[in-house]
């Protein structure tokens, strides 16, 4: 007889295996849903691209060449040379470049009374601000039409220029006015006793620390302003005075569409977004008040 | 260097009164401590000095200039706020200069004066970092040096110490006011911490709902209180409270049981009188060898603190009725459970010789010094003048 104890060995494995795998399963789940999303939203772009390199039968064959088979360069010149190409770079830049300046000065001031003065009818200001963004754009383009008019504005960039900052403001008010709640108004109060001017504290300590906000606020503006299509299309009628997205409609004929410059010239247009997005993106740096108070 | 001096200043938010009628003088080189419960309106006092905050009535002079209409950066003050408020973008060394920048000071000048600070308050190797890479002790040192590198009339000073940990508050603590004493700067000083108060000013103002209490140095207030909010407040235990009635000789307080022989200290002003009675924690004394009046008690929780032990005595007495007249925060427990007599009992807390061994539960006599008792009225809470002791001068309310 065998005086050995024997143990059993601890049946440990099911009840930890179990909400693993489970835990598994659902992760493959959201990486594969991520994936299918990233699919959407990048196919497209690489199509354009792709499409902007292909001599026009291949664009045309009914067989999909998911790689330029034949590369050329010939629909980048020819959108650069289709007519009214620099106008219309020479527009969209003004245009941009007004509006992300002004909509950050405007809104710094704006955001500034909103965050730090207390005035009668604040919050519903606030509030409307806020409203005001969700009237859909369509609705209002035959009213602003006639308004704009009315006061010349009709057929000229400032007119565009205009109606870009109604759009990009509320937004730009609202994002500069939370970052400005964020700092902690001792910080003002501090600088105003060591004989800044309030004015001299907003310029010399707020608008530094506002770095991230206004990195935020001017890629959204410039956004706003380069990709808009309807207003500049409803508003700009003289090929001069169009900006780069009408320009690109323009390859769009009652004859049909002229796949290959259009798609070189979507590809052109897209570069200056990018190169914006990629030189200001690393100034959002989130957290640059640590260390102002006691944390 | 001036002197700062409210006139009769009040300041409210709509209708609700922050500050009232506050007359206060600080003398130049003198260091002001205002203190008082969160709400009191100190920090209200000092933000008014500052010019961060508007002068509803009265003025405020600072030397012998009236500043209730000048800008906060034409005051030539110096402010350390309670977060420090250092710019977070700006080194250590910007920081410190940005007072100098502002006022144009050559720029050699600051150097000079930004490095020198920087030496003496040991934060020299700092200068090229920025706030959020120091220490709050450095930080802190930071926000004082910016005051003082710019050698403003005056320093105001928003509970400057209250973010730092216990230990390096005592430090620091002792540095502020030995800074200020080598600067001789006239300073005011805000905190809700008695401790501070007491430790750091050359003159202390407790405040209470807008009010001042008492202005006078920290000694004379701890055994003088005005009031019996100042009695309660100052003191760490604070005095202990409860009420007795005089006798219609004036010659014995009587409370629950006890008749307490006033001996020498007799009051026939008060005769016949139902009073409050306050005594402090280190007067409250273990009877033995003592032949003066007793009051029995039991003992009933012994707190070891090393150098003593603060020992909680049940002793049959009326508590204090009036609650509104005395800090809320400052009240030791109530009755323990299990008494019979609930409303007729009051804790008084002892600071007893550590060697004196003590149980909880225990039957204890405690010697009281008739001479070292305070009385205060039981309506308005004022110090009740007596023939040996006059009533306290300073009182404001």
Redesign the interface.
Known sequence: MSSVTQIAPTPVAPVVTRPRSRKRVRKFGWNALALVVLFVMVFPVYWMISTAFKPGHDILSFTPQWVPAHPTLSNFTDAIHQQFFWNAVKNSLIVTSVVVLLSLVLAFLAALALAKFSFYGRKPFIVVILGVQMVPLAALIIPLYIMMSRVHQVDKLSGVIVMYLTFVLPFAVWTLRGFLLGVPKELEESAMVDGATRFGAFVRILLPLLGPGLVATSIFAFIQAWNEFIIAYVFLHTPEKQTLMVWLASFTTLRGTDWGPLMAGATLCSLPVIVFFVLVQRKIAFGLTAGAVKG | MAQIEFIHVSKSYGDTPAVRDLNLQVDEGEFVVLVGPSGCGKTTALRMV???EEITGGEIRIGDRIVNEL???D?D???V?????????KTVYENLA??LR??KVPKAQQRERVEDIARKLGLADMLDR?????S?GQ?QRVAMG?AIV?EPKAFLMDEPLS?LDAKLRVQMRAEIARIQKALEVTTLYVTHDQVEAMTMGDRVAVMRDGILQQVDTPQRLYDAPANLFVASFVGSPPMNLFEADVDKDGARLLFGPTQLDLGGRSLPELAGRRIAVGIRPEEVREASGWDGARVRGRVLLVEALGAEQLVHIEVAAAPLERADLVDAAGQPPGPSLGVEDLERSVTLLGRFDRHLLLTPGEAVEVAIDPRLLHFFDLETGLALPTADLPAVAGVAG
């Open positions: 500052a010019g961060l800008a906060p950066r005051r003050i110096a402010m706020f309670q977060n420090y408020a250092l710019y977070p973008h940005f007072g502002m006022r920025r706030p959020a890479q120091l709050g930080r910016r710019r973010n």
